[in-house]
């Protein structure tokens, strides 16, 4: 491995590399000199629901652990934890993903949308879900109203094998499956007339 | 604060992060740690074999890959297609040119896991992912099995429903299938793997002759981009998979075919099932069957049973070798079907 061993001299500003680190101190003299110090590793800076935090996470803290744990945003549920049952999905970048199986140290600089910012808005989805009673025990149903949300966020005439294409990936063991597809339809039919209260912002800020 | 946690188990033990800018520098980092570090793209296999203490030696260090930039292009080049490693494999399954010119590529894509899965998993991870056998899985290296340096493989005297029907490989042994869905599509199509060091063929990507492997990667090479060849206007391709649930299940069988014709016969074919062997198994003897022929249920039959002519069964997967024939057959006549490449 000896002749492997990594140089010490990489610059903590823009990771280029250097033969010495004397050659190093140079460069970070000249090229960095009064810009803000490198942020160590493990200091994010994560943009939930609109709101910015700045966090310093350990590597192995996944994005449930920081979401559901040190923040305080419970919405999200942990049930499989090896991202198999959508319960801890989260909206990142407008994608539906698993807060269970991304790790938080990688998720610096990203907008996270949870189940919360999607009440706080109070999208339709939430009405057509009360309407339709889409959840039993309720435990999964966060997953699938954000896992919703993504799909009407991007398209907003989905068809209903769309919808349950977009959701086969949401575990719900009381199998309320049907209502889903039910409440998305009639979401997406209130969106598109604008007749939801608070459509106008939910579409807005989507 | 430390975070809580519902199950002692679930906690992963702490590591050492590096986000890599360059390849260059993902490449360092790996020849640094040799056998003690991992890449990471999509995380969605890796972080479920670290929460389940699976590796027998837990990485010292994880190295991310998607501050890369510009890795994630799907770009079209002269002559083939260039994916870069990065891509998810929502993206490879919407890409429009992928989408009609590599067709089973992207239905393939469109078959994995779930959507979640999809929108995070990349194209290289999973073509680079881990077997997945109950026996291997099982948390905490409760079973040491061959691919872990023990003495034997448990499935094959166990529970092998979901097993090789093609006959072990490591140490004459372990009967653990390749579960990647998007490889055979790859290999039908006769894609290129590009590596940090060299470019590889799709169908000498797999490889488990070394513990711990299911690619021909050394411990400091990382892929880079697969390029997928420009099928031309008479090639049809098409991928069919099989598995208990639609949607998030690994497949059972699958397979993809890429079917080159001249009016009504066949003059060019590559098929490939997956999961049913250690590697992604190529089956010539049915492409031999079914070229110089028209497409027609009688001919796909005989490829279908050409392709498990050689299948060697274990106690409880001969079904596998009835799912193989009839997915072979179909996957040929849905390329003799499909208006798109």
Same mark, same amino acid.
């Given at each position: 491995?000896?002749?492997?061993? @990594?140089?010490?001299?990489? /610059?903590?500003?823009?990771?280029? +590399?250097?033969?010495?680190?004397? *050659?190093? =101190?140079? $460069?970070?003299?000249?090229?960095?000199?009064?810009?803000?110090?490198?942020?160590?590793?493990?200091?994010?800076?994560?943009?939930?629901?609109?709101?910015?935090?700045?966090?310093?996470?350990?590597?192995?803290?996944?994005?449930?652990?920081?979401?559901?744990?040190?923040?305080?945003?419970?919405?999200?549920?942990?049930?499989?934890?090896?991202?198999?049952?959508?319960?801890?999905?989260?909206?990142?970048?407008?994608?539906?993903?698993?807060?269970?199986? @991304?790790?938080?140290?990688? /998720?610096?600089?990203?907008?996270? +949308?949870?189940?919360?910012?999607? *009440?706080? =808005?109070? $999208?339709?989805?939430?009405?057509?879900?009360?309407?339709?009673?889409?959840?039993?025990?309720?435990?999964?149903?966060?997953?699938?109203?954000?896992?919703?949300?993504?799909?009407?966020?991007?398209?907003?005439?989905?068809?209903?094998?769309?919808?349950?294409?977009?959701?086969?990936?949401?575990?719900?063991?009381?199998?309320?499956?049907?209502?889903?597809?039910?409440?998305?339809?009639?979401?997406?039919?209130?969106?598109?007339?604008?007749?939801?209260?608070?459509?106008?912002?939910?579409?807005?800020?989507? | 604060?430390?975070?809580?946690?519902?199950?002692?188990?679930?906690?992963?033990?702490?590591?050492?992060?590096?986000?890599?800018?360059?390849?260059?520098?993902?490449?360092?980092?790996?020849?640094?740690?040799?056998?003690?570090?991992?890449?990471?793209?999509?995380?969605?296999?890796?972080?479920?074999?670290?929460?389940?203490?699976?590796?027998?030696?837990?990485?010292?260090?994880?190295?991310?890959?998607?501050?890369?930039?510009?890795?994630?292009?799907?770009?079209?080049?002269?002559?083939?297609?260039?994916?870069?490693?990065?891509?998810?494999?929502?993206?490879?399954?919407?890409?429009?040119?992928?989408?009609?010119?590599?067709?089973?590529?992207?239905?393939?894509?469109?078959?994995?896991?779930?959507?979640?899965?999809?929108?995070?998993?990349?194209?290289?991870?999973?073509?680079?992912?881990?077997?997945?056998?109950?026996?291997?899985?099982?948390?905490?290296?409760?079973?040491?099995?061959?691919?872990?340096?023990?003495?034997?493989?448990?499935?094959?005297?166990?529970?092998?429903?979901?097993?090789?029907?093609?006959?072990?490989?490591?140490?004459?042994?372990?009967?653990?299938?390749?579960?990647?869905?998007?490889?055979?599509?790859?290999?039908?199509?006769?894609?290129?793997?590009?590596?940090?060091?060299?470019?590889?063929?799709?169908?000498?990507?797999?490889?488990?002759?070394?513990?711990?492997?299911?690619?021909?990667?050394?411990?400091?090479?990382?892929?880079?981009?697969?390029?997928?060849?420009?099928?031309?206007?008479?090639?049809?391709?098409?991928?069919?998979?099989?598995?208990?649930?639609?949607?998030?299940?690994?497949?059972?069988?699958?397979?993809?075919?890429?079917?080159?014709?001249?009016?009504?016969?066949?003059?060019?074919?590559?098929?490939?099932?997956?999961?049913?062997?250690?590697?992604?198994?190529?089956?010539?003897?049915?492409?031999?069957?079914?070229?110089?022929?028209?497409?027609?249920?009688?001919?796909?039959?005989?490829?279908?049973?050409?392709?498990?002519?050689?299948?060697?069964?274990?106690?409880?997967?001969?079904?596998?070798?009835?799912?193989?024939?009839?997915?072979?057959?179909?996957?040929?006549?849905?390329?003799?079907?499909?208006?798109?490449?």
């Amino acid at each position: 491995m000896a002749d492997h061993e @990594i140089k010490p001299s990489i /610059c903590p500003y823009c990771k280029k +590399e250097f033969d010495s680190i004397d *050659a190093m =101190k140079q $460069h970070v003299f000249k090229a960095h000199r009064g810009s803000d110090p490198p942020s160590p590793e493990g200091d994010i800076r994560l943009n939930i629901n609109g709101n910015d935090y700045y966090l310093s996470v350990e590597p192995r803290w996944t994005l449930y652990d920081v979401i559901h744990d040190r923040l305080g945003l419970t919405g999200s549920k942990q049930f499989c934890d090896r991202g198999a049952c959508g319960s801890c999905t989260v909206i990142m970048d407008g994608k539906a993903v698993l807060s269970c199986m @991304i790790l938080a140290i990688e /998720c610096d600089g990203k907008a996270i +949308e949870t189940v919360e910012g999607i *009440a706080e =808005k109070n $999208h339709p989805l939430i009405e057509s879900y009360v309407k339709h009673h889409a959840m039993q025990c309720g435990y999964c149903t966060p997953g699938f109203v954000t896992t919703s949300k993504a799909l009407l966020d991007r398209n907003i005439h989905p068809t209903e094998n769309e919808i349950k294409e977009e959701l086969s990936g949401n575990l719900c063991r009381c199998g309320t499956y049907p209502q889903h597809t039910i409440a998305v339809l009639e979401t997406a039919e209130k969106l598109r007339t604008g007749k939801a209260d608070g459509a106008e912002k939910a579409q807005g800020d989507g | 604060m430390e975070p809580k946690k519902h199950k002692e188990t679930d906690d992963m033990k702490n590591f050492i992060h590096y986000n890599a800018y360059s390849i260059e520098e993902a490449v360092m980092l790996l020849a640094r740690y040799g056998k003690n570090a991992c890449v990471i793209s999509g995380g969605t296999d890796l972080l479920g074999k670290m929460k389940d203490r699976v590796l027998p030696t837990y990485p010292e260090a994880l190295i991310n890959i998607k501050t890369i930039p510009g890795l994630n292009a799907i770009e079209e080049k002269t002559g083939k297609l260039s994916i870069g490693a990065l891509a998810t494999l929502t993206q490879v399954a919407e890409h429009e040119t992928v989408r009609s010119n590599c067709a089973a590529l992207a239905q393939a894509a469109g078959r994995t896991a779930s959507p979640h899965l999809r929108n995070m998993g990349t194209i290289a991870g999973n073509i680079c992912q881990d077997i997945r056998c109950w026996y291997y899985r099982a948390p905490k290296n409760r079973f040491s099995c061959l691919r872990k340096g023990g003495g034997r493989c448990y499935a094959i005297k166990g529970d092998n429903r979901f097993h090789s029907i093609f006959g072990g490989s490591v140490k004459g042994g372990c009967v653990a299938v390749h579960p990647s869905d998007t490889a055979p599509a790859l290999i039908a199509l006769d894609a290129d793997i590009i590596t940090s060091k060299r470019t590889i063929k799709a169908e000498e990507f797999f490889n488990v002759g070394v513990l711990h492997t299911t690619t021909v990667l050394e411990d400091n090479e990382i892929v880079t981009a697969i390029e997928v060849p420009t099928q031309n206007s008479v090639t049809k391709s098409a991928f069919i998979k099989f598995a208990l649930r639609k949607s998030i299940d690994f497949p059972i069988v699958n397979c993809a075919a890429a079917i080159t014709r001249d009016g009504e016969t066949v003059t060019a074919a590559r098929i490939c099932l997956n999961a049913v062997s250690v590697v992604p198994k190529r089956v010539k003897p049915a492409e031999d069957r079914l070229v110089g022929e028209t497409i027609n249920e009688k001919h796909v039959g005989e490829a279908g049973a050409a392709a498990v002519s050689d299948a060697e069964p274990l106690e409880k997967n001969a079904y596998m070798v009835e799912l193989a024939k009839a997915i072979v057959k179909r996957t040929i006549l849905a390329c003799g079907d499909t208006e798109g490449g």
